[in-house]
């Protein structure tokens, strides 16, 4: 991995962080990008920390949930990077009510499906310069009996919010598919996975009882280190991924659910999601 541009989202802690320093630590050149700047500037200190000699450890600061922030976050990678050989969508969050974003985007839709795809439609064209080049974007098993609301994209009129999240799941799993289908032949490949359940601060924005809940599951939970194995080994091994657009556990390409795997839903869904992403709602409008 000498040499080879990486940007990972999502990247202060967590999953995030551990496969942010395995990648330096193979020598990797890596931009991290976090939504607080303190946060982010920790991060940044225990990534350099663990780099390789020669490595580079760059960080960006962008709150997801914005689509013009994302938009400005692509512009400056694209103008910082001349290839990026691996694009990591890691971010992702779960809200236990419902919130609109100043696009006036149900937040968990926005922060876990609209940023990625977004994020990585502006990029595509300087991963196909970058030959070869991977996409991998972080799914979950919570994707498991979910469907996408298309007569109620934003949650209007009904919000749950763990069933919001695995409905954010399976989206990213349905765009890794279109993805991989629209990139056949590019020398781009797209692959998501599943962690398993981790010890990081996922789901300790949803108060007490929430924080109370992930505390109690502790001592079931991988490591950080262990959820990012298969994350690290889908951006930097020769042989991975072995099947293009796939789904993966513990290294292994998985079948996800019947419904992850439709691809009329996996095209309805970006030709949906391009037009979320085109024209942003005035404030006013917002709900």
Request: hydrophobic share 45%; net charge positive; charged share 20%.
């Amino acid at each position: 991995m000498n040499g080879k541009q990486i940007l990972i989202t999502g990247a202060t802690n967590g999953i995030g962080l551990a496969a942010a320093e395995a990648f330096v630590a193979l020598g990797a050149n890596i931009a991290i990008v976090g939504r607080s700047e303190t946060g982010t500037r920790i991060a940044t200190a225990r990534v350099k920390a663990a780099r390789k000699r020669g490595a580079a450890v760059d960080a960006f600061i962008a709150d997801l949930s914005s689509q013009a922030a994302v938009r400005k976050l692509a512009g400056e990678v694209l103008a910082r990077y001349p290839r990026l050989d691996v694009l990591v969508n890691n971010a992702g969050a779960m809200y236990a009510r419902r919130q609109a974003t100043e696009d006036g985007i149900e937040l968990t839709w926005a922060v876990n499906h609209l940023a990625p795809f977004l994020l990585t439609t502006l990029l595509l064209d300087r991963l196909k310069e970058s030959v070869p080049a991977r996409v991998v974007t972080t799914a979950s098993a919570a994707h498991q009996g979910a469907r996408i609301p298309f007569d109620d994209l934003n949650a209007e009129r009904s919000y749950r919010g763990f069933e919001r999240y695995g409905q954010t799941k399976l989206a990213n799993i349905l765009f890794t598919r279109e993805l991989a289908r629209r990139l056949e032949g590019t020398g781009v490949s797209a692959s998501c996975f599943h962690p398993g359940l981790v010890a990081t601060g996922f789901n300790r924005n949803n108060g007490l009882l929430m924080d109370l809940g992930m505390t109690i599951l502790r001592p079931v939970s991988r490591s950080p280190e262990k959820g990012a194995e298969t994350l690290v080994w889908l951006a930097t091994s020769p042989e991975a991924p072995t099947v293009n657009g796939g789904y993966y556990f513990d290294k292994r390409h998985v079948l996800p659910s019947a419904e992850a795997q439709n691809m009329d839903t996996a095209r309805r869904l970006w030709e949906v999601s391009e037009a979320q992403c085109a024209s942003p709602r005035p404030r006013a409008e917002i709900q």
